[in-house]
């Protein structure tokens, strides 16, 4: 179910019309459907409910508390990779024995807190991680929890840059490696052997892929005789962020999982951020100027690369639709773009919109996962709000950092 969609010509969230929310915040903010975000949820959960998996949301996708809150309110764990995260994830009461610390740069302060705080697995990235983590664990007198991340060299077919599976990226331990890496670990006194972790990027919509890096973690249990408790497949499923863009068949990778799992005393993880939180939000910005130059349309919005990267990070498309549709725009080659200082700083690319003029309010779809966490104060523009929509209601889950705030430091 769509919970942002045009209703009327009138583009809405939930029961709520974008444009009645535009006379109340500031232009740009980050609006949010509660209701998207609970069913992405239990779609995810319904889906592989023959697996049970422990499902942990990844706080890189969106950190932001209020969401946080709800999705362990509906049963969310968390995958961290940060202090930072791993403490936002508590703050917002989720149980330790459902988060995952992965990351190839743990440093020895985070590890020490994720060893108090007893997280359920510190996913190892690297022998010398195992090492530090063993001596913290030493001095705290503890057995820690841990998985090893494997790299399965399977290409995920994604955009290169959040493609993280092949052999030659930084994440995880190879074939080779990674068995040798468990022998070791196995001798280690303070260090419990739980898991096996995998996560091989981003924006996956094929399943094959993921069938590739089952058959490649069934060899290496096969080759190590290690029973883990723990199958941590990560996260990287996709969406659709335009209507002719595949989608992931879901039922399908929970039928090959609960295959993999046969005869194996295992509890799987995922680790979904994108799923769950990517179309549960759009950037609400207003057009500032349109400037028409060398037969182009610039409309140019007071939102910014700052506020959403993805376009300029991975020249990711997110669609882009006015709050009131209105019949097409008669110009040609209709540029969306920022007032940041930077020529990446654009968005979509039409041939026709909507009728739009200078001072009217647009939305930018599909927003919710990586875009207010990739958001930064570049150009020194403030962080803007964040607003979350419930049925009816609305009320500001992130306030919009103050100019006196943006200038102190
Ligand atoms: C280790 C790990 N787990 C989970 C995720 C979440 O991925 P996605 O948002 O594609 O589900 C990421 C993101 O890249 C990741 O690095």
């Known amino acids: 179910m769509n919970y942002i969609r045009l209703r009327k010509n009138y583009l809405s969230v939930e029961n709520l019309s974008v444009q009645k929310l535009v006379k109340k915040y500031k232009t740009p903010f980050y609006c ?49 990779v940060s202090i930072g995260e791993l403490l936002k994830a508590t703050k917002a009461g989720i149980n330790p024995k459902k988060i995952v610390f992965s990351g190839v740069g743990k440093t020895e302060e985070e590890i020490r807190i994720a060893i108090r705080k007893g997280v ?4 190892i990235e690297s022998e010398s991680e195992a090492s530090l983590i063993n001596k ?5 007198s503890k057995k820690v929890s841990v998985g090893v991340r494997l790299n399965p060299n399977v290409i995920g077919k994604t955009n290169k840059k959040i493609s993280t599976g092949g052999k030659d990226e930084k994440f995880g331990l190879v074939y080779n490696d990674f068995i040798n890496l468990c022998k070791k670990i196995k001798k280690m006194k303070n260090l419990n052997l739980r898991g096996l972790s995998v996560h091989i990027g981003s924006q996956i919509t094929s399943i094959v892929p993921f069938k590739k890096v089952l058959s490649v973690i069934n060899k290496v249990i096969k080759k190590t005789n290690i029973n883990f408790e723990f199958i941590d497949l990560g996260g990287g499923i996709g969406i659709s962020y335009s209507k002719n863009e595949k989608k992931i068949n879901l039922k399908q990778y929970c039928k090959m ?18 799923f769950i939180v990517g179309n549960t939000a ?12 060398n037969n182009k349309n610039f409309i140019i919005l007071d939102a910014g690369m700052n506020n ?21 725009f008669l110009g040609k080659n209709i540029k969306f773009v920022g ?16 009728q739009i003029k ?20 570049y150009n020194t523009r403030p962080i803007v709000a964040e607003v979350l929509v419930n049925g009816s209601t609305h009320k500001i889950i992130r306030k919009r950092q103050s100019l006196e705030n943006l200038v102190n430091n």
């Open 257 to 274: 999982v609960a295959k993999f799992l046969k005869n194996k005393n295992s509890r799987i993880i995922f680790e979904p951020g994108r």
């Open 308 to 328: 959403l990267l993805r376009p300029a990070l991975y020249d990711a498309q997110h669609s882009i639709v006015a709050i009131k549709k209105r019949g097409k």
């Open 120 to 123: 359920l697995l510190i996913n």
């Open 282 to 293: 759009i950037l609400i910005a207003k057009i500032i100027y349109i400037k028409r130059s």
């Open 136 to 140: 913290i664990s030493k001095q705290l």
């Open 32 to 80: 949010y459907s509660l209701s998207q975000l609970k069913d992405n949820f239990f779609t995810f959960r319904d889906c592989f409910k023959t697996v049970k998996p422990i499902i942990c949301f990844s706080i890189k996708s969106n950190s932001n508390l209020t969401l946080l809150k709800e999705l362990r309110k509906i049963g969310s764990g968390a995958d961290v």
């Open 358 to 377: 200078e001072g009217d309010c647009v939305g930018i779809t599909n927003v919710g996962a990586y875009g207010m966490s990739l958001s930064s104060n």
């Open 339 to 354: 007032p940041i200082c930077e020529s990446t700083d654009k968005f979509s690319t039409y041939r026709t919109f909507s």
